[in-house]
């Protein structure tokens, strides 16, 4: 499992981004309105990636401890590309990301038993999931 953790994080980030792909040619996402601190695009190319190794990481470490509820926040966590991008539903994808939230809080928990440095290694994940679940709820209130 301690193998197979950091290559499924991999996966998640190939099927989410390929919801991505859709953007580009599609005038939904540009036509709505965004809160005021919704970043520019290539911000999300950067932080994601980076988002990634970590979670990569984390799970390679404490595998063995975390493995269940690591596997179904991936599921999620690529679930929310497409409900909101591809399927154009933010309010099933506001409802996706408040579970991925939920789940990886648990995971958080679980480190801090764990180790205090994959704890804090892994809390930017947490925090950016809060600050895109903020952008989802905008753009369901704004629209």
């Known amino acids: 499992m301690k193998y197979i953790l950091p290559l499924l994080v991999i996966f998640t980030s190939v099927i989410g981004s390929l919801a991505n792909i859709y953007i580009n040619s599609d005038d939904w996402y540009s036509g709505l309105i965004k809160s005021p601190l919704n970043p520019p695009s290539y911000i999300f190319g950067i932080v994601w990636p980076i988002l990634y190794a970590i979670m990569a990481f984390v799970s390679f470490k404490v595998a063995e ?76 209130f704004l629209n």
């Open 65 to 140: 401890k975390i493995s269940t509820l690591f596997m179904i926040q991936l599921a999620f966590n690529a679930t929310w590309s497409w409900l909101f991008f591809y399927f154009h539903a933010p309010v099933l994808a506001f409802l996706d990301i408040s579970i991925l939230i939920f789940l990886n809080v648990e995971i958080v928990r679980i480190l801090k038993r764990e180790s205090t440095a994959l704890f804090y290694l892994y809390l930017p994940y947490i925090i950016w999931l809060l600050f895109a679940a903020f952008l989802n709820a905008s753009i369901i």
